[in-house]
């Protein structure tokens, strides 16, 4: 049983870190515009993320220290103050973006402005990161956040074209009408929405936290086969339901609530009351992922006290970085952003620092002084640094398709 519940770690992580609001959102654009033409893009960041987060999660459990303690001690204060520099602001915008979420989520629900909502869904966040114990938080989110498996029950139901679906897996490139560049723009966000940084610090750190040992190496590669293929799957769910209804009608999707309407369309009303509570969980899961993440890094490169399991009064500086994370956050929503292009922002700075979190990953776990025998073999490292030229690929990529496409609205 204990066992069992341990996975739910990787549950929470796919949930809340591949299907946060930036896969709701970039794979709903994406099945609008170019219906299933990207969904090997969905499918080599899921292989991407099991890679780096298998690394990471073995790291944590062999050297019982998360990745990001190893990555100052190994490269050095400097190269690890730019980790920490990139990595952070980018969990700031991403945290920014769940929050945001959250409020919409409500919206949703209330048909009350979000900026209403915005507040109260940051102290949810932080009253949760404060009070709830860990396990907890990551049984009750995971849980409620496979209410997104909706999505693929409402894809049976619309019943797509299966054929044209076929065809567009099998033929790369954008429709006609489309250009390469918009094509290649929305491809690195999808591409960024399965690799976010922050994952692999909120995986690692929450094996330190469960006290994850050589003996539970097991528990973590099952979390990695487990939860990212999960994410995938509802990725792809909801990359089909969106090509499904709004690509034959030439409907752009710019707003949380299209992503959720085919599955009204399919399911009705018990449908939508699923996937709100999908949306929600999704969102509230990942804020509060990018909300310890925040608080991970800067602890972990200080050598502060740090843990969700560490009473508040013995760590109150990660704490207090949380918190002021929370409140930076907020304040930026509060200037009326809108939470989707703040979402859009984040995916795309996610791939300019992607190397910067990547990299130090596969060097640690390549380094036998702290794994020993568990350090990476060739498979691994193979695996490793074709995804690595693939992330610097989409790093360079990123701002210039930004600027010609406009945001991916040329």
């Not at 993320?49 to 303690?69: K, N």
């Not at 999808?190 to 097991?218: I, R």
């Not at 300019?352 to 130090?360: A, S």
Request: with cysteine; glycine share 10%; charged share 10%.
């Amino acid at each position: 049983m204990k066992k069992a519940l341990a996975v739910t770690l990787g549950i929470l992580t796919a949930i809340g870190g591949f299907v946060d609001i930036g896969d709701l959102v970039a794979n709903a654009q994406s099945g609008a515009r170019f219906g299933m033409r990207q969904a090997w893009v969905v499918v080599i960041g899921v292989v991407g993320i099991c890679v780096f987060a298998e690394m990471s999660g073995r790291v944590a459990a062999v050297s019982q220290r998360p990745v990001f303690d190893l990555v100052r001690e190994r490269l050095g204060p400097r190269t690890a103050m730019a980790n920490l520099i990139g990595s952070y602001l980018v969990t700031l915008l991403t945290l920014t973006a769940e929050v945001g979420g959250v409020a919409l989520t409500i919206q949703l629900v209330s048909g009350l402005p979000h900026l209403l909502w915005v507040p109260l869904a940051a102290i949810a966040v932080w009253l949760v990161l404060w009070r709830v114990k860990f396990q907890l938080m990551e049984q009750v989110f995971g849980a409620l956040g496979l209410a997104l498996v909706v999505f693929v029950v409402a894809l049976v139901a619309l019943d797509p074209p299966w054929g044209d679906f076929a065809h567009h897996v099998t033929h790369i490139g954008p429709p006609q009408g489309e250009n390469w560049a918009t094509w290649g723009y929305l491809a690195v966000s999808l591409f960024a929405s399965a690799l976010t940084p922050y994952e692999v610090f909120f995986f690692s750190s929450g094996g330190v936290e469960e006290k994850w040992t050589v003996q539970d190496l097991m528990t973590e590669r099952s979390n990695t086969l487990v939860g990212f293929p999960l994410g995938g799957v509802l990725g792809l769910a909801i990359m089909g339901c969106a090509a499904t209804v709004f690509e034959p009608a030439g409907i752009q999707v710019s707003q949380l609530s299209q992503t959720a309407l085919p599955v009204a369309v399919a399911l009705g009303k018990f449908g939508l009351a699923a996937v709100m509570l999908g949306f929600f969980a999704a969102t509230f899961g990942a804020a509060l992922e990018t909300g310890l993440s925040t608080g991970y890094s800067i602890a972990q490169y200080f050598g502060w006290q740090w843990g969700k399991m560490v009473r508040p009064r013995e760590a109150a500086r990660f704490h207090t970085v949380m918190l002021v994370s929370i409140l930076l956050g907020t304040a930026v929503l509060l200037t009326t952003v809108d939470p989707v292009q703040v979402t859009e922002l984040s995916l795309l700075f996610s791939a300019v620092v992607l190397p910067l979190t990547y990299l130090p990953i596969l060097v640690v776990a390549n380094d036998r002084d702290y794994l020993g025998d568990h350090a990476n073999g060739r498979v691994q490292n193979f695996l490793g640094v074709i995804f690595l030229v693939i992330i610097v690929v989409a790093a360079i990529a990123a701002v210039p398709l930004m600027i010609i496409t406009g945001m991916g609205q040329s």
